[in-house]
């Protein structure tokens, strides 16, 4: 059975289970919500880090959902790039920068890469006393902080400061805008029950009243 569903007129609506236990009305499909919510949760507990990667995964979920089912399905660098340049707006980054900073972060554990036109890239988190986002600022090689030059911390050249919560955002804000316009599209709503989320009552018949993540 799928999720509860809510008309609101011509749009559609899923009753979702707000964590303070109550209903609430969203035009976002449960199972995509799944995923954007434990984005949330993770900025709510400062793993900012986590937050980050599973943000930069989405754009490759949303470009696979298009996909037809009947075939086979496969993420790609070009695939990630033109979602990413259809449905998100910064400033300093395409979506093909936004795919060689996922490639780096899910993949070697950094924010960098070979072809990147930034020399680093940096997230502020919200406890920072620094204020900045989608910025680019150019560090001379002399420059010195607490008394390693800029070349020593990898900081010489063009570094582009990013806040991890409002880059997080804009991610899941384009994704549930992008959702919300794919309502009874085809392969969208074919792909959407196989997506990958915390089922507190289960799968069945594999799993029934145990809590499973499938």
Same mark, same amino acid.
């Not at 009753?15 to 009305?25: I, N, Q, T």
């Not at 090689?141 to 607490?146: A, I």
């Given at each position: 059975?799928?999720?509860?569903?809510?008309?609101?007129?011509?749009?559609?609506?899923?009753?979702?289970?707000?964590?303070?236990?109550?209903? #609430?009305?969203?035009?976002?499909?449960? $199972?995509?919500?799944? /995923?954007?919510?434990?984005?949330?949760?993770?900025? $709510?507990?400062?793993?900012?880090?986590?937050?980050?990667?599973?943000?930069? &995964?989405?754009?490759?979920?949303?470009?696979?959902?298009?996909?037809? +089912?009947? $075939?086979? /399905?496969?993420?790609?660098? !070009?695939?990630?790039?033109?979602?990413?340049?259809?449905?998100?707006?910064?400033?300093?980054? !395409?979506?093909? @920068?936004?795919? #060689?900073?996922?490639?780096?972060?899910?993949?070697?554990?950094?924010?960098?890469? +070979?072809? &990147?036109?930034?020399?680093?890239?940096?997230? /502020?988190? +919200? $406890?920072?006393?620094?204020? &900045?986002?989608?910025? %680019?600022? &150019?560090?001379? !090689?002399? %420059?010195?902080?607490?008394?390693?030059?800029?070349?020593?911390?990898?900081?010489?050249?063009?570094?582009?400061?990013? !806040?991890?919560?409002?880059?997080?955002?804009?991610?899941? @804000?384009?994704?549930?805008?992008?959702?919300?316009?794919?309502?009874?599209?085809?392969?969208?709503?074919?792909?959407?029950?196989?997506?990958?989320?915390? #089922? +507190?009552?289960?799968?069945?018949?594999?799993?029934?009243? %145990?809590?499973?993540?499938?």
């Amino acid at each position: 059975m799928g999720p509860p569903k809510a008309e609101e007129g011509s749009v559609n609506a899923w009753l979702v289970l707000a964590r303070d236990g109550s209903w #609430r009305v969203d035009q976002v499909r449960p $199972e995509l919500a799944a /995923i954007l919510h434990e984005i949330e949760r993770a900025i $709510e507990a400062k793993l900012y880090y986590v937050a980050i990667a599973v943000a930069l &995964s989405v754009p490759d979920i949303c470009a696979c959902l298009e996909c037809n +089912p009947d $075939e086979p /399905i496969w993420a790609s660098f !070009d695939k990630y790039a033109a979602w990413c340049d259809a449905n998100i707006k910064f400033q300093n980054l !395409d979506g093909a @920068d936004l795919a #060689r900073l996922r490639g780096g972060v899910l993949h070697q554990g950094h924010f960098g890469h +070979p072809k &990147s036109k930034f020399n680093r890239v940096l997230f /502020i988190g +919200p $406890e920072s006393q620094i204020k &900045s986002h989608d910025v %680019v600022m &150019s560090v001379a !090689d002399k %420059v010195s902080f607490g008394g390693m030059s800029a070349t020593e911390l990898r900081l010489a050249g063009k570094v582009l400061l990013l !806040d991890a919560v409002q880059f997080c955002q804009t991610i899941m @804000d384009s994704t549930r805008k992008w959702v919300i316009s794919k309502n009874g599209d085809t392969f969208v709503e074919r792909n959407l029950p196989n997506l990958v989320r915390y #089922r +507190p009552n289960g799968l069945p018949p594999f799993s029934v009243g %145990v809590p499973t993540i499938a």
